[in-house]
């Protein structure tokens, strides 16, 4: 959601309605990340295996081979702080119009958003986003002689299968 606060005098409507749809562009990633972040953290199952964690490498391992089992190539979620270790582990490949891959070939995303995820690495299926229409609102306190002007709309982050997450514990070597 963007918002533009501002007092009625000296200000058009059009550019309440500008600054609020400018401020939408620009939060509206990262607001999708911190919330789809947040579902994954309390939705997704920890890999069977015999630990909670441990390496990076472990950690992608575990959860490549259960998204092995569904046959389609998935999404691994994780904090952007964890993106230079990936690289430098060998764990992130370039992939075709820019986008970053696991040496298996699926689709890293480094969410600016994800911090709720903390030391957490989640698989998913492939994700979908689908964005609805964006709305305007205006709202008027004429006491004040302010006006409120919001920009939003709804979004939806679908995935395929359960989440399945890892937490990264033991130091990389």
Same mark, same amino acid.
Request: charged residues 15%; aromatic residues 4%; hydrophobic residues 45%.
């Given at each position: 959601?963007?918002?533009? =606060?501002?007092?009625?005098?000296?200000?058009?409507? =059009?550019?309440?309605?500008? &600054? /609020?749809? =400018?401020?939408? &562009?620009?939060t509206e990633s990262l607001d999708v990340e911190t919330h789809l972040a947040t579902d994954l953290a309390a939705l997704a199952a920890p890999a069977p295996t015999?630990?909670?964690?441990? +390496?990076?490498?472990?950690?992608?391992?575990?959860? $490549?081979? $259960?998204?092995?089992?569904?046959?389609?190539?998935?999404?691994?979620?994780?904090? %952007? %702080?964890?993106?230079?270790?990936?690289?430098?582990?060998?764990?992130?490949?370039?992939? +075709?119009?820019? &986008?970053?891959?696991?040496?298996?070939?699926?689709?890293?995303?480094?969410?600016?958003?994800?911090?709720?995820l903390g030391n957490s690495v989640v698989g998913t299926g492939p994700v979908t986003v689908h964005l609805g229409p964006v709305t305007q609102t205006e709202a %008027?306190?004429?006491? !004040?002689?302010?006006?409120?002007?919001? /920009? $939003? %709309?709804?979004?939806?982050?679908?995935? $395929?299968?359960? +989440?399945?997450? &890892? !937490?990264?514990?033991?130091?990389?070597?």
């Amino acid at each position: 959601m963007g918002g533009d =606060q501002a007092v009625m005098v000296g200000s058009s409507l =059009q550019q309440a309605w500008d &600054r /609020a749809a =400018q401020l939408l &562009r620009i939060t509206e990633s990262l607001d999708v990340e911190t919330h789809l972040a947040t579902d994954l953290a309390a939705l997704a199952a920890p890999a069977p295996t015999d630990g909670t964690g441990g +390496p990076f490498v472990d950690v992608l391992g575990e959860i $490549e081979h $259960e998204l092995g089992k569904t046959g389609v190539a998935g999404v691994i979620h994780a904090s %952007r %702080r964890h993106a230079a270790l990936a690289a430098h582990l060998g764990l992130v490949v370039a992939g +075709p119009m820019g &986008r970053l891959l696991t040496p298996l070939g699926n689709v890293w995303a480094f969410g600016g958003g994800y911090d709720p995820l903390g030391n957490s690495v989640v698989g998913t299926g492939p994700v979908t986003v689908h964005l609805g229409p964006v709305t305007q609102t205006e709202a %008027r306190d004429l006491e !004040t002689n302010e006006r409120l002007v919001i /920009a $939003e %709309r709804e979004v939806v982050v679908a995935y $395929e299968f359960t +989440p399945v997450a &890892r !937490t990264i514990t033991a130091p990389t070597p």
